[in-house]
């Protein structure tokens, strides 16, 4: 069996199974690394090669995002991770790091559960991290923090040891901060970031490495290590003993959540209007995939081939080639899906069934646009509009 049709069968397999999905995104101030971190991700977890992460910028296909060097475009791309002896499928939707593109971070953060907030160790926290956080809040996703550019805090800033802990510190109390003035309840109930819980990692993106408290307990690669193969400028040994890639991927299956239950906390809170014990209602609070079928139109596409592409979260139910949906607020139309897909890295495959938990790839809804509420039933009460929460105060530099 050829390289890539083991990686389809892996990931048709996964997307069957709620509890061993996670569907994530990454969110950042622009310039803080964030494309550098999903190129050696996918590259890491083997779904492109490391060649081609880091200058092929498969984020960064747009002309227009070519022509402005910034990432304009939220795309999607899977990853299959193996942790403690079982494999995870990672979505990941790319989040636009531009503050002019904000109305896209919120459409992503619909489509996910969880988010790794990343932060430039020199920088710190800027007000688009800021926006970007309350964004996620908002939504009900659950923030992890990756402190990128470490690298740089020893290399350029030439800090000691203890300095350099006391920063990331700082960083971190920062974004605690941020995490409890917006949402002080979830603050309170586990959501506060904790370094010695794991739900924190360091590391540098751009040399492929990284720590996090449980990795380095698990490895013996210490702080010490860090500062001092750093200094050396041995950033190899540090990404062979301290993979970003292992060590970002760990943090994202311990601590986000999986659709199921990400579904049940975030239902109530993008859909607000609708009955709770209703059909629809019951299927996606329990993520059910012989429920009827409710997804939220996130992002459309053209795609040369297959014409216009939606793709969207689905809450509940199963879509297959042929399925009939009806796209809210529109004339009560029937939608045919002409094809049902999923990621796989970079690439769209098709699939026979595609269950709920799962970020979709549709075409055939000729009446969706981003935002709409799609479904199986004549009528549901549709989702939460999609609002953008900006910061008053911002500094943008294209
Ligand atoms: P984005 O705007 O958040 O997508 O940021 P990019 O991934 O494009 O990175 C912005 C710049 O920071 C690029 O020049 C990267 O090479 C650089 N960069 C990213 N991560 C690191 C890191 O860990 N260390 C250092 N020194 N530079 C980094």
Redesign the pocket.
């Known amino acids: 069996m050829t390289r890539r049709k083991k990686m389809v069968e892996r990931v048709t397999e996964l997307m069957d199974n709620p509890e061993h999905i996670r569907n994530i995104g990454i969110v ?12 050696n991700l996918l590259a890491g977890a083997g779904m492109i090669s490391e060649e081609i992460a ?1 200058k092929a910028c498969w984020m960064d296909s747009d002309e227009e995002e070519q022509a402005r060097g ?2 304009i475009d939220a795309s999607n791309v899977s990853m299959v991770h193996e942790y403690n002896g079982e494999e995870f499928l990672i979505n990941m939707i790319d989040t636009p ?1 531009h503050v002019d593109f904000g109305g896209d971070v919120t459409r992503a953060m619909r489509a996910v559960d969880g988010a790794v907030v ?1 932060v430039d160790a020199v920088e710190g926290t800027m007000p688009q991290t800021e926006t970007v956080l309350r964004q996620a809040l908002k939504e009900g996703v659950r923030p992890i923090l990756f402190v ?5 805090l020893i290399n ?1 800033l030439k800090v000691d040891e203890m300095e350099m802990q006391i920063r990331l510190g700082k960083v971190i109390d920062k974004v605690n901060k941020l995490i409890k003035g917006m949402n002080e309840e979830a603050y309170n109930n586990g959501w506060k970031l904790d370094a010695t819980e794991g739900t924190v990692a360091f ?5 492929n490495w990284a720590v996090s408290v449980p990795f380095m307990k698990k490895s013996g690669v210490s702080f010490k290590d860090v500062y001092e193969k750093c200094t050396e400028g041995d950033m190899k040994w540090l990404a062979k003993n301290s993979p970003l890639c292992s060590v970002v991927l760990d943090m994202v299956v311990r601590h986000l959540p999986n659709p199921q239950d990400a579904q049940k906390r975030r239902v109530p809170i993008i859909w607000q209007h609708g009955t709770k014990d209703t059909p629809e209602g019951k299927a996606m609070l329990t993520c059910d995939p012989k429920g009827p079928a409710c997804l939220m139109v996130t992002d459309i596409s053209f795609d040369q081939h297959a014409g216009e592409v939606a793709t969207g979260r689905l809450f509940s139910g199963t879509l297959r080639r042929g399925t009939e949906c009806y796209v809210m607020g529109t004339a009560k139309k029937v939608n045919r899906l002409t094809q049902v897909g999923v990621f796989m890295g970079a690439e769209r495959i098709e699939v026979e069934a595609l269950p709920c938990g799962n970020i979709a790839a549709v075409t055939g809804l000729k009446d969706a646009i981003v935002g709409s509420t799609v479904t199986t039933l004549m009528e549901m009460t549709p989702f939460e509009s999609l609002k953008h929460y900006s910061e008053p105060v911002m500094t943008v530099a294209v």
């Open positions: 950042a101030h622009i310039d803080h690394g964030k494309t550098t971190l999903s190129d880091g910034i990432t790091g990343l990128n550019k470490v690298d740089r350029e590391g540098s993106a751009l040399y």
